[in-house]
């Protein structure tokens, strides 16, 4: 079983970040907007018309959800790591946690660069990419996860 204290902390974390992402990126009926949408624009045309609907009030919300999800990310990557390793999961699910939180930094690193305007839009394809392959290796770890608790829960 995992230490307490570290599990709670990562837990906290995931939890505040996720609310504040979430609050920041819903904070008003009139725009709906979603880093989401961006994550997973793929073309450069597409990048484009989710930047113009969004326009300012959308654009400065979902950078305040991204600076949010760094918590977020930080937190769940901390939540995988402490929970793989207290279950001695395979090394290289440890591995993946890690390229997951890194990509999602990656990831939040261009989409603000997009909403400011020094990122070329043309890096929306990399940008999904990276979104479909770390929320991968997420579900990946959690199923992983999942499954081994399952396992375990029969054997008592």
Do not use: C
């Not at 045309?45 to 959308?58: F, S």
């Not at 939040?108 to 479909?132: C, E, K, P, Y």
């Amino acid at each position: 079983m995992p230490r307490k204290l570290p599990l709670l902390a990562a837990m906290a974390l995931t939890l505040l970040g996720f609310l504040l992402m979430v609050g920041f990126e819903n904070a008003g009926a009139e725009v709906r907007s979603s880093q989401l949408q961006l994550q997973f624009a793929w073309t450069a045309e597409q990048a484009r018309a989710v930047l113009e609907h969004w326009g300012d009030t959308g654009s400065a919300r979902v950078s305040y959800g991204l600076y949010a999800d760094f918590l977020f990310l930080i937190g769940y990557t901390a939540l995988l790591l402490q929970l793989l390793r207290a279950w001695r999961q395979p090394r290289w699910l440890v591995w993946a946690a890690l390229l997951a939180g890194g990509l999602d930094v990656l990831e939040n690193v261009f989409i603000l660069g997009f909403i400011q305007d020094l990122i070329d839009l043309r890096f929306a394809f990399l940008v999904s990419l990276m979104a479909t392959l770390k929320f991968s290796l997420i579900f990946v770890a959690l199923f992983h996860l999942i499954g081994h608790y399952a396992r375990r829960g029969e054997r008592a």
